[in-house]
T-cell receptor, first 111, second 112 residues
Framework: KQEVTQIPAALSVPEGENLVLNCSFT??????LQWFRQDPGKGLTSLLL?????REQTSGRLNASLDKSSGRSTLYIAASQPGDSATYLC??????????FGKGTSLLVTP | NAGVTQTPKFQVLKTGQSMTLQCAQD?????MSWYRQDPGMGLRLIHYSVGAGITDQGEVPNGYNVSRSTTEDFPLRLLSAAPSQTSVYFCAAVGGPYNEQFFGPGTRLTVL
């Protein structure tokens, strides 16, 4: 069974810092990997999706990388802002369509 | 284009009651699924459907029933609610050129 781990579980940084969120998975035979953002009491917003054949994807201040062979992905957030405060979830898709989720990293960006 | 919608947003049930959580999508995606999210557990797959008339079990299907009579709708039924089913329920649809997963806003369910 695919196991997805996110480190750290929680992170607090001052505004303006660049930061990296980590995601690791045990089964490298993935179809794609998706990063989500979840605000308190809200649903999941898709941030970036990386296909298994890709190495990275970028959207604005966000950059996600994928190293399938080592079972790792990172989400890089540049010049963090208080509005980036949320929980970030990593989810891996193997065969089929079901996602295996990590437990998330709770990010707090302080002014 | 509303994407994935869920109703109700909040619900309180008593043990033993039944109810249906509604999920609808207007993206014409074939694959839909239900997850539950619990503190410290992450999201876990309950049931999924690869198209109208086809459903299957996920990781935690016990106590839940689904059906898929149309592409648009995928309701989740709790047959006899238990306190262990207190959770936040998310519906998702998969589609587009990159098979991206789109989630609804969730239903917060409390079973007393």
């Amino acid at each position: 069974k695919q196991e997805v781990t996110q480190i750290p579980a929680a992170l607090s940084v001052p505004e303006g810092e660049n930061l990296v969120l980590n995601c690791s998975f045990t089964d490298s035979a993935i179809y794609n990997l998706q990063w989500f953002r979840q605000d308190p009491g809200k649903g999941l917003t898709s941030l970036l999706l990386i296909q298994s054949s890709q190495r990275e994807q970028t959207s604005g201040r966000l950059n996600a990388s994928l190293d399938k062979s080592s079972g790792r992905s990172t989400l890089y957030i540049a010049a963090s802002q208080p509005g980036d405060s949320a929980t970030y979830l990593c989810a891996v898709r193997n065969s089929g369509y079901a996602l295996n989720f990590g437990k998330g990293t709770s990010l707090l960006v302080t002014p | 284009n509303a994407g994935v919608t869920q109703t109700p947003k909040f619900q309180v049930l008593k043990t033993g009651q039944s109810m249906t959580l509604q999920c609808a999508q207007d993206m014409n995606h074939e694959y839909m699924s239900w997850y539950r999210q619990d503190p410290g557990m992450g999201l876990r797959l309950i049931h999924y459907s690869v198209g109208a008339g086809i459903t299957d079990q996920g990781e935690v299907p016990n106590g839940y029933n689904v059906s898929r009579s149309t592409t648009e709708d995928f309701p989740l039924r709790l047959l006899s609610a238990a306190p262990s089913q207190t959770s936040v329920y998310f519906c998702a649809a998969v589609g587009g050129p990159y098979n991206e997963q789109f989630f609804g806003p969730g239903t917060r369910l409390t079973v007393l």
